[in-house]
C-alpha cells in the first residue's frame, strides 16, 4: 500500500473507524463480565449464593424453591 | 437413541445457563485465537494485495466495509432466529441471545455506514445519497437503536424479552430489502458481487483478503456474542441473588 497514494486519508480513516469500533466491542465485553463477576463475589462474601452453589446441608436446610 | 433424538437432547442441554457458561468457557478461547489468525492474515493481504485500476488505494476500504455489512445483517438475522427461540421454543437462552447481540449488529452497522461514508465521498463525489441500499442500511442501525432503547425501557425482564421478540420479527423484513434494494431500484451501491448467482464476479487478488477479513469478522462476532451472552447470563444470575437478599431480609425482619 503507497501511503501517498491518492485518496489514502479515506482508507486510513476507513482502517482507524474499524480499529475504535473492535477495541470499543471487545472492551464493553470485558470490562462488563469483570463488573459483573465482581457484583457476584460481593453478593457471594455477604453469603448471598445460589441454592445450587450452596453446601448440600444448607440447600436441604432452605427446603424447596417457592 | 436414535442420533435425532440425541442432537434434539444435547441442544436442549444447552438451554442450562451452567452448562452454557461451561461450554463456552471451554470455546471462547479457541475462537479468540482463530479470530486473531484471520484478522493476521486477512489484514496482510488487505494491505498488500494490489490496487485497483479504476480505484487505487480506496479498494482497500471494501476489506473492512463489506465484513461490516454482512455481519450486521447477519447478526439481524441471529435475533430473528433468538426471537423465535423466545417466542415459539422459550428457550431460556433464546432472549440472552437476542439482547446480548443488539449492541454488537449496531456497532457493526455504524462500521459499515462510516466506511461506506468514507469509501462514497472519492468513488461517488458524496459522502451520503438517499438511494435505496443506504437509506435501507440506514433504517437498519435505527432498528437496532429502537431495539436497544425498548429492550433497556422496560423492568420486567418477560414482557422486554416478548415485545422485543415481537419487534424483531417485524423489523426482520428489512433483511430481504437491503439485500435487493440494489436489484429492485435505481441506485449509486454497486450490485451484488460476491455472493449472487453465476458466482463470484471479484478477481481473486481482491476475493482472497475479502474472504479472510469476512471470516475474521464472523469469528470476532462469535466471540463478541457468547462473551455479551456469558455476561448477560452473570447480570441476571445478580438480580436473582439480589432477590434472593431482599426476600431474606424480609423473611427475618417478620410482618410489620
Known sequence: MSLDAPHIGFVLASYGAALAIILGLILWVLLDGRARRAEIRALEAAGIRRRSDRPVDDARAAGPAP | MSDTSLTIRRFADLANPTRFLALSARLLPWICWLTAALFGLGLFYALTSAGDYQQGETVRIMYVHVPSAWLAMMTYMVMTLSAL??????????????????????????????????????????????????????????????????????????????????????????????????????????????????????????????LLMAGAFTCLFLALHLGAMRNEILRRRVAALRRQAARGALTAGGPA
Do not use: C
Not at chain 2, 117 to 144: E, H, N, Q
Open chain 2, 85 to 210: 427461540g423466545t417466542l415459539v421454543w422459550r428457550h431460556p437462552l433464546a432472549d440472552v441471545s437476542a439482547r446480548a447481540a443488539m449492541p454488537i449488529g449496531a456497532a457493526f452497522t455504524a462500521l459499515a455506514l462510516v466506511t461506506g461514508s468514507l469509501w462514497g465521498k472519492p468513488m461517488w463525489g458524496a459522502w451520503w445519497v438517499w438511494d435505496a441500499r443506504l437509506t435501507s442500511f440506514f433504517i437498519l442501525f435505527l432498528m437496532y437503536l429502537g431495539l436497544i432503547a425498548l429492550n433497556r425501557a422496560l423492568e420486567d425482564p418477560t414482557r422486554a424479552a416478548r415485545l422485543s421478540a415481537i419487534l424483531i420479527l417485524l423489523g426482520f423484513i428489512n433483511i430481504p430489502i437491503i439485500k435487493f434494494s440494489v436489484d429492485w431500484w435505481n441506485t449509486l451501491h454497486q450490485p451484488a458481487s460476491v455472493l449472487r448467482m453465476g458466482g463470484s464476479a471479484i478477481d481473486g487478488e481482491f476475493l482472497r483478503p475479502l
